[in-house]
């Protein structure tokens, strides 16, 4: 089955979903220093991921925001919220709020992986306050569907790489039926999914847990709500980590550019692993001859059916485009072994003979925050018609991520039934109160390092932090970083300028 994209492929997104500790029973928890929210027990499968033995430190609460901030009479809804006390309650200095990107992406489970986020002290001094935001999970989702079965019929025909011309017609009248039923199913919310809106709602979640200022961790997505509360409220920033940062301007301002410099972006990263590779010799199984054309050789194979897998089953272009892209975001946090597996697959692929010719509905249980948010944010043309056309441009481009790229959040968006109402374009440029640090990695797939520097230039008060490494945020998988992570988090101070931090893993 063909999934709508929810969240993030981000390195935390993934580390968060392949982790399958047992859930056990919830328990009280501490009760909050400061702030009105009211914390108690935590649902069982929001702490799956908690050794029983520390979920004493958790609690679990909403907060009202309103549906619309310009109409507050309008109505409210509800936000999730997970708390993790502090370890060292003496030397609390505060809470951070995390978001974890997608957008979409589910927060509640960021506050409970604290050493995988936070590898340093920066637990023992912080609450860690995760939320899924407005449209997401458990605070109320916008949904464009009321079956399960309904939602896997649209998404059945949506091929997220399509090469053919049925396969083009189908993906392009699917969405179109996706949107009407966003339009008819979604709700009031559906108008009110722009980053503007969500940072609106932080600055509510700000007071309610008594802050006088923000501390703020964005990964990739979460950029753009760092960047955008950052300039809506200036004066009420004390620390913000943006990792992976977008290009607030572009994105918001111009979504074709931007989407197409994306796919460009995966593409150089694809090409550089693959150099890495060629360079490595031995080590990387798929080294001999020229890495990069053999690859080629599999995409161009693929786009003619599917391959059969030596193992067993079979493997399609939107397949084999979707795993080289999760790794290459997610290269930081996968080891030797996964690499080297990666390596062997696709050295195999490149050998492996062509293909033999040969009741009741249950309730949507997803959400569809992704598009709610980029249709909202992102100013795409409405017109659904020249989809393949810009697709096959961007291919000829980046032939390995230009055709997805556009059959994504342009494919979607062409379609989106509503504009939203409130849509921060910038300016970029307020001062804020204290500096902005802006972690940009040289060779992020998902936003490349020349999105950072852009970042780090269009905010009135930033330092770019440099990470020499392959993979989607750092964070977590460079030392120097965690370090200067927390440092800045700690004692607010900044690192030097032109530091460039390494990987504590390099390929292969």
């Known amino acids: 089955m063909v999934r709508l994209p929810t969240r993030s492929a981000g390195r935390i997104a993934l580390l968060v979903t392949a982790l399958t500790l047992s859930a056990a029973p919830a328990v009280a928890a501490v009760p909050a220093p400061t702030g009105s929210i009211a914390w108690g027990p935590c649902p069982e499968d929001v702490l799956a991921l908690v050794p029983p033995e520390h979920r004493f430190r958790y609690g679990c609460g909403k907060q009202a925001v309103p549906l619309d901030h310009a109409e507050p009479s309008a109505g409210s809804i509800d936000l999730m919220l997970v708390r993790r006390a502090a370890s060292k309650p003496a030397e609390r200095i505060g809470s951070i709020l995390i978001n974890p990107g997608g957008p979409g992406a589910d927060g509640l489970l960021l506050a409970t992986i604290p050493s995988v986020v936070f590898p340093s002290s920066v ?55 996706y949107g009407r039923g966003c339009g008819t199913v979604g709700g009031p919310i559906i108008k009110h999914m722009s980053t503007e809106d969500t940072a609106r709602d932080l600055d509510v979640l700000r007071g309610a847990l008594g802050e006088q200022k923000l501390n703020y961790v964005g990964l990739s997505y979460g950029t753009l709500l760092g960047a955008t509360y950052a300039n809506l409220f200036p004066d009420k920033v004390r620390a913000m980590i943006l990792d992976g940062a977008v290009d607030p301007a572009l994105r918001t301002n111009d979504a074709l550019r931007y989407d197409r410099e994306r796919a460009l972006a995966f593409e150089r990263a694809l090409s550089a692993f693959l150099k890495r590779c060629k360079d490595e010799g031995p080590k990387c199984a798929f080294s001999e001859g020229d890495p990069r054309a053999k690859f080629d050789a599999i995409r161009e194979r693929l786009r003619k059916g599917p391959l059969n897998l030596p193992g067993g089953g079979t493997i399609t272009l939107s397949q084999f485009t979707a795993k080289v892209g999760d790794v290459l975001e997610s290269i930081a946090m996968l080891g030797q072994t996964d690499l080297a597996k990666l390596a062997i697959e696709l050295q195999e692929l490149h050998t492996v003979p062509a293909p033999r010719t040969t009741g009741t509905d249950a309730p949507y249980t997803g959400h569809d925050a992704f598009y709610g948010v980029n249709c909202s944010d992102k100013p795409f043309p409405r017109t659904p018609a020249i989809v393949p056309s810009v697709a096959a441009a961007w291919e000829r481009e980046a032939p390995t991520f230009g055709r997805r790229q556009a059959f994504t959040d342009f494919a979607g968006c062409a379609n989106w039934p509503v504009t939203a109402k409130e849509v921060y374009r910038g300016p970029w440029n307020a001062r804020t109160s204290a500096p902005v640090l802006v972690v940009g990695i040289y060779n992020d797939p998902a936003t490349p390092y020349s999105f950072s520097k852009r970042m780090a230039a269009q905010l009135g008060n930033a330092r770019l932090l440099d990470v020499d490494a392959f993979g989607h945020t750092s964070i977590g998988s460079s030392a120097c970083v965690d370090s200067a992570v927390e440092k800045y988090l700690t004692k607010l101070a900044l690192p030097a300028a032109g530091l460039v931090c390494k990987p504590n893993k390099q390929p292969f």
């Open 123 to 177: 637990p023992d001094h912080f609450d860690l306050v995760g939320f899924d935001p407005r449209g997401v999970g458990r605070s109320n989702p916008l949904k464009c569907f009321t079956t399960q079965e309904s939602a896997d019929a649209v998404r059945a025909r949506m091929i997220p790489v399509p090469v053919t011309t049925s396969e083009i017609k189908s993906t392009v009248d699917a969405y179109a039926e």
